[in-house]
């Protein structure tokens, strides 16, 4: 709450010169959001986005980034329920991730041809922790690509574990945030986010402790 406050107060003083507000919050993009961010923080770097985008005298074009974080972080932060989510199946049959039902529902944001999603597939589909859990019915893996179902994505989706499911959908961007790939979320059996954008490292090591 102090961190908050003292944000609010910054952004207060600073909004009123529009060059300024948008330096500050291109600093907070790379301290708090950014790829290489050291630490990420959705609820600090949101008031900033929001400043730029209710602040008059700053451009469109600036402030349209920061405008697309602002809608998709306000719909999938850690503690919110998930987003849900309507995407196409192999057999080109619609489905929607809130009918997807297990303990713990991993959703995993991928793309066919990415080497970090090809290595993070292979590593799920052979972890036998993952497997068990699987098999006892804990755990669900919900495999999106962030495209239309074209033929090329059935074809390589087929050879992905059956006990996954498999989906595609090009307005997975417009509601998770997706700045790592692939993007992995946790989920509860209400849906609700426990983790989001996790490696497949830590993704790992929290399995094996489910």
Request: aromatic share 8%; charged share 25%.
């Amino acid at each position: 709450d102090t961190t908050i406050m003292s944000i609010n107060k910054l952004i207060k003083e600073v909004q009123k010169k529009p060059k300024n507000m948008l330096t500050l919050t291109q600093i907070a993009e790379e301290t708090l959001y950014g790829d290489s961010a050291l630490f990420w923080s959705d609820e600090l770097y949101i008031p900033f986005a929001k400043a730029v985008v209710e602040t008059k005298k700053i451009s469109k074009e600036h402030k349209a980034r920061f405008a697309y974080h602002v809608e998709v972080l306000e719909q999938s932060q850690v503690g919110m329920t998930a987003y849900p989510l309507s995407f196409t199946n192999e057999q080109g049959e619609k489905q929607n991730l809130k009918d997807t039902s297990a303990t713990f529902i991993l959703l995993f944001i991928n793309e066919t041809d990415c080497d970090d999603c090809i290595m993070a597939r292979a590593r799920m589909a052979t972890n036998i922790k993952i497997q068990q859990l699987i098999n006892e019915g804990k755990l669900l893996i919900v495999s999106i690509n962030p495209t239309e179902a074209d033929d090329e994505w059935k074809e390589i989706a087929s050879k992905y574990p059956s006990s996954w499911i498999k989906g595609a959908s090009p307005e997975v961007d417009s509601h998770f945030d997706m700045r790592m790939t692939p993007s992995i979320y946790l989920l509860d059996k209400k849906h609700t986010i426990l983790a989001k954008n996790i490696d497949i490292n830590t993704l790992i090591a929290t399995i094996s402790r489910l």
